[in-house]
């Protein structure tokens, strides 16, 4: 999609029977998430109505345009919902958009480097950061803290990080 476009979600299939979904919100306040108007597909459908309905285990339920039955809902399930970067939040100092850590090199605090972020993961206990090892089909989990990972310059495109020892 680019880097104007960031992943804020993604939909998990049908909520009862009536075309709400099951929504999967990656932002800070989950419901935050229809103020991010319109969401666009990979595929470039356009959702300019969000209205967030509910909860459910793990997910928020809403109505979205253009979704009237189980079966619409259920069609759109794994969708990932894009966000134009100009309607989201300004961040604060050692806050990033996983969308822009991702592909950055990684290098030792020697300035060797170590591979590239290949994806980032959330499960709850804090951002972890998959590094595809230079040179190398195999990667690795490295913790995204600052006593691991110091120095994020986006500017430079690059992260520096003190890896525990054997990570590499």
């Known amino acids: 999609m ?14 009862g029977v009536r075309g709400e979904v099951r929504l999967k919100s990656f932002c800070a306040e989950p419901a935050d998430i229809a103020l991010y108007t319109p969401l666009e ?5 356009m959702f300019r109505v969000l209205v967030i309905t509910g909860q459910a285990s793990g997910a928020l339920v809403a109505r979205i345009e253009g979704v009237e039955t189980k079966e619409q809902a259920d069609a759109l ?5 894009y966000a134009s970067r100009d309607r989201l ?9 996983h969308a822009d850590l991702i592909g950055l090199p990684v290098h030792d605090t ?19 950061l998959e590094v595809q090892v ?7 989990l490295l913790p995204f803290t ?8 986006l500017v430079m495109g690059r992260i520096v990080a003190d890896p525990p020892d054997g990570v590499f």
């Open 89 to 97: 939040p300004g961040l604060g100092e050692d806050e990033f958009y």
């Open 110 to 128: 020697g300035g060797a480097e170590l591979g590239r972020v290949k994806a980032v993961f959330d499960h709850g206990a804090g951002d972890l």
């Open 146 to 153: 600052r006593e691991t990972v110091p120095t994020v310059d």
């Open 77 to 81: 399930r794994g969708t990932a919902l």
């Open 41 to 45: 597909t990979a595929e470039g459908r």
């Open 2 to 15: 680019g880097a104007d476009r960031i992943v804020v979600g993604s939909l998990a299939g049908a909520f």
């Open 134 to 140: 230079a040179g190398s089909s195999e990667t690795v």
